[in-house]
């Protein structure tokens, strides 16, 4: 046998182990849920029976219930979903969902300046790809992320997941109604006034103004496509607490209202703004602005209370 071919022999012989090991661990990550794959399971399965659709990113997806509405309803917000996707998962199912009543559609104090593209978040723009077949426009036609499970959830992330051999649950706490439960804890010292500005500066820092236009528009489109059908449309701002709301930009929380107001006045709208509301104390709360299982049991029913079971809602059958 000649050297070149012993050489490729050994190279082959050492590489076999390596690529049966990586379909290994591509077949275990293809089975495994995680929040994206197990919520459109969920979601699919319910699609005959949703009246209300709530949408939005992790304040929502931790602070609404839909368990406590006198309607069916389902929670499709994720962490840091933003109202493009909010427009793209929506009207992927609309011609489907034949009993929907209500859209809620959260916006969030960074909702309007904030693309996931943009951030160290981008790696979701993946996920939605791959679980929702959503395709973000800027991203990258091909990416080995599109068909490798191991570069979608990232080698340092494998490696992390084989150190504890798969028993990482990414679907913990979340529930077939699409809501996340948040325990409450005892002494949360998350809760801070020093936090609560962090926090703020985090989503001041993921803010891009030169996405607004676009951003804006593609709510609009959600609201005239949803309208249209007759659909009722409620926009809502979830419960923060005073550490979080006082340090937010007011000139951007005006600029939030106006579209808003704007959108509400075109399509027959209404906005139940919640940011101050002083009926959530800090024990419902599982950081500065995302509530906690017991908050969001209160917020859910106060949902169900003055917008679900609003005479003029019309959410009659």
């Known amino acids: ?20 090991g ?37 304040q929502p997806l931790f602070g609404v219930n839909p368990a406590h509405f006198s309607r069916p309803g389902f929670n499709l917000a994720n962490v840091s979903q933003t109202l493009y996707y909010d427009k793209a998962l929506t009207l992927k199912y609309l011609g489907r969902l034949h009993r929907l009543k209500l859209v ?35 991203l990258p036609r091909f ?24 028993r990482t649950d990414f679907t913990e706490n979340l529930l077939p109604n699409g809501f996340i439960h948040i325990a409450p804890v005892a002494a949360n010292d998350k809760i801070s006034e020093a936090a609560g500005r962090e926090r703020v500066k985090v989503h001041d820092g993921t803010r891009h103004p030169a996405r607004f236009a676009r951003i804006a528009a593609d709510l609009e489109g959600l609201v005239a496509a ?21 340090y937010c930009n007011p000139q951007v929380l005006r600029r939030n209202r106006a579209v808003i107001n704007r959108l509400c006045r075109t399509y027959g709208c209404r906005y139940y703004d919640y940011f101050t509301d002083r009926r959530f104390p800090p024990a419902e709360f599982s950081d500065n602005d995302h509530l906690n299982a017991t908050g969001a049991a209160r917020f859910s029913r106060i949902i169900d209370e003055e917008i679900l079971r609003r005479p003029d809602q019309d959410l009659q059958d």
Request: aromatic share 16%.
């Open 22 to 58: 990586a379909g290994v661990v591509e077949v275990i990550l293809y089975r495994t849920p995680n929040t994206y794959s197990y919520k459109r399971e969920c979601f699919e399965g319910q699609l005959d029976r949703v009246e209300v659709l709530v949408l939005g990113s992790s």
């Open 226 to 246: 949803l309208t249209g059908r007759g659909i009722a449309v409620a926009f809502l701002t979830t419960p923060v607490l005073p550490t979080y709301a006082r």
């Open 143 to 166: 990416d080995l992320r599109d068909v490798s499970r191991i570069a979608l959830y990232s080698p340092a992330g494998v490696v992390s997941l084989l150190k504890n051999g798969f």
């Open 104 to 138: 809620l559609i959260p916006i969030s104090y960074f909702s309007f300046d904030y693309q996931l593209y943009d951030t160290r978040e981008r790696w979701r723009d993946y996920y939605y790809r791959t679980y929702w077949d959503v395709r973000y426009p800027e």
């Open 1 to 20: 046998m000649s050297e070149a071919r012993l050489f490729l022999r050994r190279l082959l012989l050492f590489c076999l182990p390596m690529a049966v």
